[in-house]
């Protein structure tokens, strides 16, 4: 069973760069680096309606959905194919744990590199309903308008902007 042990996780130049080990199944290990946007939590949590708060989904999320096939992300349960974001949610998570039992990724250890990540990570309430009104916009002209859970979350994080930048103007 192949298996993936993180030993390095940096900010360089506005990426997370994530060094990790992958041991395959015939025993052979490849060094490999993960580059990631600073903002690809913040993505991810705006596009899936995940809470930004649940960093340790987020990281999840951020380590192992390089080994979705893009066939997950056509198929129904895609974010923009799906009937709705909660169900893209659903489907999406589900894979993620899969990926991460299948591969044996250990990423909440009080040790572990991604701790970094923990503690540097910035979300930004405008920044995610920028982010998430990008997703509804994309979702409209794919499948249709639909409201739901996530249009809500994303309409409440621009009110929040909205309002901490009214307080920073004054």
């Known amino acids: ?7 390095n996780t940096q900010l360089r130049e506005g990426n997370w760069l994530i060094d990790y080990t992958l ?19 913040e993505w991810r949590a705006a596009e899936y309606n995940i809470d930004p708060a649940d960093i340790d989904t987020l990281i999840d999320v951020i380590v192992c959905e390089q080994f979705l096939p893009q066939s997950f992300y056509d198929s129904k349960d895609g ?43 910035v979300s930004n309430p405008m920044d995610l ?21 996530h249009t809500k979350t994303v309409l409440s994080n621009l009110m929040k902007g909205f309002e901490q930048l009214a307080k920073e103007v004054k």
């Open 129 to 149: 309903a920028i982010k998430g009104a990008a997703v509804i916009l994309e979702r409209e002209r794919k499948v249709g308008n639909q409201v739901d859970s």
């Open 79 to 121: 974010l923009y194919n799906a009937p709705n974001v909660d169900h893209a949610r659903r489907r999406y998570i589900e894979e993620i744990a899969k990926i991460k039992l299948h591969y044996r990724v250990s990423t909440r250890k009080s040790d572990c590199p991604l701790n970094v990540i923990r503690r540097n990570r």
């Open 1 to 7: 069973m192949p298996k993936i042990e993180i030993f």
């Open 23 to 41: 041991t395959e199944d015939d025993g052979e290990v490849k060094k490999v680096r993960l580059v990631t946007p600073m903002d690809a939590l």
